[in-house]
């Protein structure tokens, strides 16, 4: 089977690795007075490394040994006209591209850190503006102040970013707690999607390379996002602001579906005993009204997804990931279970509930 050619094809989770950046990003955009701290290329005996506060980040213009690369794209991807060259060769027509500073931009200084993530979210505005059909760039806002992340949320609003991803692990308190309730009072003002990435690391795995730690961590971080799905739900955050999307990236589906099931039903034991917030609707109301989440190659969780929601599932490649489906992707899709759910179901996750969410003709 071969999907139709005029089946277009949005993925909603791709990346923008540290080592695909501009070498001078941050060297030519911080202020002055955070440039001496702030992350810069040097030359070491191993070639250019990205480094910052005596630590390597990084290698600068090619992936880390040891971790999946079958594809080596250099630059590429960081470049708005080849990262399009590599689309048109995957049969993609836009990309939602996460920005890779979750984990790695993780100073002590909060201030370097919102200083770096600002000059990051002017340089993804511009880089999306090659092509703002084609390329959305993720903003990334601070996830240790809520007030930064709200300040941030709003001017990366007016820059016309389509979307922000904030690390949920960042701050003292986690994002669904009452510290951030104005960050999501902003984000009901400006009405562009907020994204959380997989993670975060499991608590007793270490992800190490060259050993079984490594794909054991692998293999289960996605579910980490759960605390964070039913915090979001119960909490009352999105039920008090209908106008919030919230996308779970790289978060997978088989596991979806449980969660659902299983927060219905203590909604429902508990109701009568909760005394701070009581939800006035099923958590799998608020799911389906307000919560999106996105996969890659996955089998039974694909199966799955007339539990989940047809409307709330996004397709992703993956890119540049030496596991994504790049460049066969359109190959991918149609050998997966996905082609077996039916023509509508495969137009809703491949293009139509990314365009509805990010507002793409």
Known sequence: MSLPDDQRLISADDHMDVHVLPPDLWQSRVPAAFRDRAPKVVETDDGPWWEVEGRRLS???????????????????????????????????????????????????????AACLVAYNDWAAEFNSADRDRLLCLAHVPGHDPAAARDELLRVAKLGHRGA?????????????????????????????IHAHLGPAPKNLPMKL???????????????????????????????????????????????????????H?????????????LEMKPSEIFARQIYVTYEDEGVGVRLIPEIGVDNVMWASDYPHGDSTWPHSRKALAESPLAA????????????????VYGLG
């Open 59 to 113: 290698p600068s213009g090619r992936k880390e040994s040891g971790y999946l690369g079958a594809n080596q794209h250099g630059f590429r991807p960081g470049q708005p006209a080849t990262r399009l060259e590599d689309m048109d060769r995957d049969g993609v027509h836009a990309q939602v591209i996460y920005s890779p500073l979750t984990t790695q931009l993780r100073f002590q200084d909060g201030d370097l850190r």
């Open 165 to 193: 991803i904030i690390g949920q692990e960042e701050g003292d308190e986690p994002l669904f707690m009452d510290a951030w309730k104005p960050f999501w009072d902003a984000a009901q003002e400006v009405q562009i999607p």
């Open 210 to 264: 060259g050993s079984w730690t490594m794909p054991a961590f692998v293999a289960i971080i996605p579910m980490q996002l759960d605390e964070l799905l039913v915090g979001m739900v119960f909490s009352g955050i999105l039920e008090q602001r209908p106008d919030v999307k919230f996308v779970l990236g790289e978060g997978g589906l088989g596991w979806i579906p449980y969660v659902i099931e299983r927060m219905d």
């Open 266 to 278: 203590e909604h429902e034991k508990y109701y009568d005993k909760v005394k701070d917030h009581r």
């Open 341 to 356: 759910l039916g023509e509508e179901t495969l137009r809703k996750v491949t293009c139509d509930n990314a365009a509805r």
